[in-house]
T-cell receptor
Framework: EAQVTQNPRYLITVTGKKLTVTCSQNMNHEYMSWYRQDPGLGLRQIYYSMNVEVTDKGDVPEGYKVSRKEKRNFPLILESPSPNQTSLYFC???????????FGPGTRLTVT | KQEVTQIPAALSVPEGENLVLNCSFTDSAIYNLQWFRQDPGKGLTSLLLIQSSQREQTSGRLNASLDKSSGRSTLYIAASQPGDSATYLCAALLTSGSARQLTFGSGTQLTVLP
């Protein structure tokens, strides 16, 4: 089944404790991206990747890092999480940025 | 910077009614526009994608139109059903060189009453 998976689905952590949210797709897509969704602000793009080893900033990259060492995986790294990074995070992939986007189920992160 | 607006934020209609959801964007140089559906606690599901060169796309009871010159897109849902209840989001894609920027609206929360 074609899908985008994210892990973990739920995470509660404390300020400053490094964490990684994984994202994996099985569709051989070149384009992958991360979004955060906040009430009243909608979805905002954090980072995107056009292909392996090619990443670029979205609208809200501060406090986040990404890497794209393999085509299928695009982890999101929070080196020192802060409470303002409490949010619902989505990973998405597509053949190319101009094609239909496939979204993962989301990761709800709470930073206390 | 692209801004995408969806009005109204919430809409409640009786079952069977035809309805229109609105999406407007400030930068008309979009590459394409997508409509998504989001159910509570779940990810987004792509409904329709309209390329900038197209005027509309149809899928079943859904029809999306695009007017780049006026910066507007609409999603028409025919004969609404309670199962259509969800949040509907539009997203506009801008490309500039190698950059790809997808900007979302805040969504319209639709409730279809039985």
């Amino acid at each position: 089944e074609a899908q985008v998976t994210q892990n973990p689905r739920y995470l509660i952590t404390v300020t400053g404790k490094k964490l990684t949210v994984t994202c994996s797709q099985n569709m051989n897509h070149e384009y992958m991206s991360w979004y955060r969704q906040d009430p009243g602000l909608g979805l905002r793009q954090i980072y995107y990747s056009m292909n392996v080893e090619v990443t670029d900033k979205g609208d809200v990259p501060e406090g986040y890092k990404v890497s794209r060492k393999e085509k299928r995986n695009f982890p999101l790294i929070l080196e020192s999480p802060s409470p303002n990074q409490t949010s619902l995070y989505f990973c998405a992939s597509s053949l190319d940025a101009t094609y239909e986007q496939y979204f993962g189920p989301g990761t709800r992160l709470t930073v206390t | 910077k692209q801004e995408v607006t969806q009005i109204p934020a919430a809409l409640s209609v009786p079952e069977g009614e035809n309805l229109v959801l609105n999406c407007s964007f400030t930068d008309s140089a979009i590459y394409n526009l997508q409509w998504f559906r989001q159910d509570p606690g779940k990810g987004l599901t792509s409904l329709l994608l309209i390329q900038s060169s197209q005027r509309e796309q149809t899928s079943g009871r859904l029809n999306a139109s695009l007017d780049k010159s006026s910066g507007r897109s609409t999603l028409y849902i025919a004969a609404s059903q309670p199962g259509d209840s969800a949040t509907y989001l539009c997203a506009a894609l801008l490309t500039s060189g190698s950059a790809r920027q997808l900007t979302f609206g805040s969504g319209t929360q639709l409730t279809v009453l039985p």
